[in-house]
């Protein structure tokens, strides 16, 4: 069993900082690409960045140069700096995680609960 928990959302103003983590925990082998995505009321679930295991990072283009995503792989962790937060940046914050438990198993899509970040006044 793998789980993922996020941390660190929470209410800030327009122009301010967060810094989400996540961390996956359980029978872990292996893990591949780690991300973030997010999902606004009323809208779909949208990519908001990505990271290899070797660093290879991408980013979505409404967060390119505020947004930065970080791993540690000794530690199972992905990380989300978020500068310069907007109201439109609202949303639930999901961590994503390519896991294998096993050896020469294919890698399981998996997912956290997600933490609410709120931009507002």
């Known amino acids: 069993q793998v789980q993922l928990v996020e941390s660190g959302g929470g209410l800030v103003q327009p122009g301010e900082f967060l810094r989400l983590s996540c961390a996956a925990s359980?029978?872990?082998?292996?893990?591949?690409?780690m991300g973030w995505y997010r999902q606004a009321p009323g809208k779909d679930r949208e990519l908001v960045a990505t990271?290899?295991?070797?660093?290879?990072?991408n980013h979505a283009d409404s967060v390119k140069g505020r947004f930065t995503i970080s791993r540690e792989n000794a530690k199972n962790m992905v990380y989300l700096e978020m500068n310069s937060l907007r109201p439109e940046d609202t949303a639930l914050y999901y961590c994503?995680?390519?896991?294998?438990?096993?050896?020469?198993?294919?890698?399981?899509?998996?997912w956290g609960q997600g933490t609410l970040v709120t931009v507002e006044l």
């Open positions: 994503n995680a390519q896991v294998r438990t096993l050896p020469n198993q294919k890698y399981l899509s998996l």
């Open positions: 359980g029978s872990i082998f292996s893990i591949k690409e």
């Open positions: 990271i290899t295991r070797d660093g290879t990072t």
